[in-house]
């Protein structure tokens, strides 16, 4: 499916095809899992009202720069940020941002694996529970069918106890993760993206709909889309809306300069990163719209934390017509999402190390992925073995993080957004403009309201929210 150009950098065989490998990377356990999780612990509506400024207006102009940078440079992150700096007669350290994010990249996967875990355990029971529904002739029943929804929802809590359990899991991911970018992430992931990706989106469909006519739809509306004004300024509901816009689109200096490496030069990058920003963020929401119905209906808080997608949506799989299958389905896409998410992430340093030194890809992807799981030995523990340890109590805000919140809070409210910063400054202010305009595809208005949002708008609207984060007593 991926041709070689003659200068030999591989390509993506189409422009969809390149649309759908970067929404691969971009929809993955941020929307399932992590969107409705910070949306519920961060108020609801103020949070996804937040959330949609930030994608909108520093996120989607951010993608836009990162994946020029990428098709500007061929190269890999660090390699296509070091070469827009030289030819732009700027110095090669503005590939900080590229460097953080490689950093920030081996950090999210690292916990990414721990829950795509629990999918791969989803995928275990909910398997067996089809198993038990055939076999008692009822292959068009609920998901489940010889438990009860009480117990449904302890599976979680019983998988958190069991530290043996949870990391042979996540050692399924890392091992699956390494071997498909061992052997060269293009033929395997477009493959997966252009036919998983689509059908994952209408299995989601079909389950929101089931959800909403089922759940409590119109709480679950109202918790999400009206906001409690009160808490839109408060300084940690806005850094993690910030968070959850960079966290989501794959930004902050990785997936999307490498994958802007691989897109043709006749693909307009401009309207492409408005397209991906917006299948991403409708993939987010439609999710929320399936969990939050049955959060309220079966009486679970919304800020019930990172297990409340795995709590939820097995009880409507109970309940469904049909949820032995649907349940099943779902979490092997779930699983298939995930994977075309940790694939980009495992890249990024895969791709910098092999060009860097010279070793071999599987060498690379081998000795990262050992590292990778060792990082998330910790954030597995964290939830049993670990559970009071606090790593990181002298950053303000995370005086009461354990492993898995401290790897998941500092890439996600600081890495990545002070990367997006860099590269906003950079595109915005250093970078030669000619070259910048060229490869966004954008003329006239549009393009200069793009450049408004880089230079000026993302810089202080990242640096103020990081500030305040740190800060939150600046406020008053
Ligand atoms: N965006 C992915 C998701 O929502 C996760 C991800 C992939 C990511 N690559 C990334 C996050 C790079 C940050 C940076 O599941």
């Not at 909108?56 to 994946?67: D, G, K, N, Q, W």
């Not at 354990?402 to 590269?423: C, E, N, V, Y």
Request: with cysteine; proline share 5%.
């Amino acid at each position: 499916m991926v041709a070689s150009s003659p200068s030999g950098q591989a390509k993506w065989s189409s422009k969809t095809a390149f649309v759908l490998a970067a929404t691969g990377s971009a929809v993955g356990l941020g929307n399932l899992w992590r969107f409705p999780t910070e949306a519920g612990t961060n108020g609801g509506g103020a949070f996804v009202l937040l959330y949609i400024l930030c994608v909108v207006l520093i996120a989607a102009p951010l993608l836009l720069s990162e994946t020029l940078i990428g098709r500007h440079g061929q190269r890999s992150t660090i390699g296509s940020a070091v070469h827009l700096a030289r030819q732009s007669g700027a110095s090669p350290a503005w590939s900080a941002m590229a460097v953080l994010g490689l950093i920030a990249n081996t950090l999210i996967l690292s916990f990414y694996c721990v829950v795509a875990g629990w999918v791969v355990y989803f995928i275990g029971t909910s398997g067996m529970g089809l198993f038990e529904a055939v076999s008692g002739g009822n292959a068009l029943g609920g998901a489940y069918p010889a438990q009860s929804p009480d117990s449904i929802r302890e599976m979680m809590p019983a998988l958190f106890a069991n530290p043996g359990l949870l990391v042979g899991m996540q050692s399924i991911f890392v091992i699956l993760t390494v071997v498909i970018v061992a052997r060269g992430v293009k033929g395997g992931i477009e493959a997966a993206a252009v036919w998983l990706m689509p059908a994952f989106f209408f299995l989601l469909i079909g389950i929101t709909l089931y959800a909403a006519m089922t759940g409590d739809f119109a709480r679950a509306v109202n918790f999400l889309f009206s906001p409690d004004f009160s808490r839109v300024t408060e300084p940690g509901v806005m850094s993690s809306a910030l968070g959850q816009a960079f966290f989501s689109l794959s930004l902050g200096g990785g997936a999307m300069i490498a994958y802007g490496a691989y897109a043709s030069r006749d693909t307009n990058l401009g309207s492409t990163s408005g397209t991906i920003a917006f299948a991403d963020t409708a993939v987010a929401i439609i999710a929320g719209l399936a969990i939050f119905p049955i959060v309220f209906s079966v009486g679970l808080q919304p800020d019930a934390g990172p297990t409340l997608m795995f709590q939820t949506l097995p009880t409507a799989f109970h309940l469904m017509p049909g949820g032995a299958i649907v349940a099943f389905a779902f979490f092997v896409l779930a699983f298939f999402a995930a994977l075309t998410s940790s694939v980009s992430l495992l890249e990024i340093s895969v791709g910098w190390i092999t060009e860097k030194f010279g070793v071999s890809r599987s060498a690379a992807a081998w000795g990262m992925g050992l590292i990778i799981f060792a990082l998330g030995i910790l954030s597995a523990l964290s939830f049993n073995i670990l559970a009071d340890q606090r790593p990181i109590p002298f950053i303000p805000g995370f005086e009461n993080a354990g492993w898995f919140d401290a790897f998941d809070g500092i890439t996600s409210k600081l890495f990545l957004p002070l990367s997006g910063l860099i590269t906003a400054l950079f595109i915005g202010w250093v970078a030669d403009k000619k070259i910048v305009n060229a490869e966004t595809g954008l003329t006239g208005g549009a393009l200069s309201m793009w450049r408004f949002l880089v230079a000026w708008l993302c810089p202080l609207a990242v640096t103020a929210i990081l500030v305040l984060g740190l800060f939150p007593q600046l406020l008053g």
